[in-house]
């Protein structure tokens, strides 16, 4: 069974940065689509960033320039690179599998002074 465990979120204030990790176990990586996703408090979960097995990287425009997301098929893993936060970017981040149904638990991030 393919699992997802994330870590790497946190309290940051506004214009710092943290880095979200998410492991895969139970299967390779490298045969997977995978994406981050988020839920901000009391509004649906969406889509931030989506690193195609190939590394082409796409994003939101609310978090293009600011936000990067990488892979480490070696590590089964990948990785959201978060800059310059905004309280706005405040949510529950998911790390998701393409094209399945298999989610992470999530990490929360909350930005505030």
């Known amino acids: 069974q393919v699992q997802l465990v994330e870590s790497g979120g946190g309290l940051v204030q506004p214009g710092g940065s943290l880095s979200l990790s998410c492991v895969v176990s139970?299967?390779?990586?490298?045969?997977?689509?995978m994406s981050w996703y988020r839920q901000p408090p009391g509004m649906q979960r969406g889509l931030v960033a989506v690193?195609?097995?190939?590394?082409?990287?796409n994003y939101i425009d609310a978090v293009s320039g600011r936000f990067t997301i990488s892979r480490d098929d070696a590590k089964n893993s990948i990785y959201l690179q978060m800059s310059n936060l905004k309280p706005e970017d405040t949510a529950v981040y998911y790390c998701?599998?393409?094209?399945?149904?298999?989610w992470g638990l999530g990490t929360q991030v909350t930005v505030s002074s």
């Open positions: 998701h599998i393409e094209r399945s149904d298999v």
């Open positions: 139970g299967s390779a990586s490298n045969g997977y689509h």
């Open positions: 690193i195609t097995r190939d590394s082409i990287t």
